[in-house]
């Protein structure tokens, strides 16, 4: 069973920046796959980010592409997203999501374990 654990989360004006971290417990992090994941205020879980089990492969979302960037710290189980030029349209709870397997996809479906979420509020 895998435990995962977002931080970061915050209040933010547009144009600044977070970072969230999110904790994974167990000793396959080095061999899963992660993503990002939001959902937005009455929308849909959507695909942000992911990357690779070793962190050399990341993908992203077009809206985000350019402004956050994916990474992760195998020796601390931890992987993280760093949020610039913040947007109001970002507003969402953030989720940290693994997988079984070698490929890191967008899809919601294709991941296995979740977080609880954090949640970014970008103000104008």
């Known amino acids: 069973q895998v435990q995962l654990v977002e931080s970061g989360g915050g209040l933010v004006q547009a144009g600044g920046s977070l970072r969230l971290s999110c904790a994974a417990s167990?000793?396959?992090?080095?061999?899963?796959?992660m993503g990002w994941f939001r959902q937005p205020p009455g929308k849909e879980r959507e695909f942000v980010a992911a990357i690779s089990r070793a962190g050399g492969g990341t993908v992203y979302a077009d809206s985000v592409k350019g402004r956050f960037t994916i990474s992760r710290d195998n020796a601390e189980n931890t992987v993280y997203l760093q949020m610039d030029s913040l947007k109001v349209e970002d507003t969402a709870v953030y989720y940290c999501?693994?997988?079984?397997?070698?490929?890191?996809?967008?899809?919601?479906?294709?991941?296995?374990?979740w977080g609880q979420g954090t949640q970014v509020t970008v103000s104008p």
């Open positions: 167990g000793r396959t992090f080095s061999s899963s796959p």
């Open positions: 999501a693994s997988r079984r397997g070698l490929y890191y996809p967008r899809m919601v479906a294709e991941y296995d374990y």
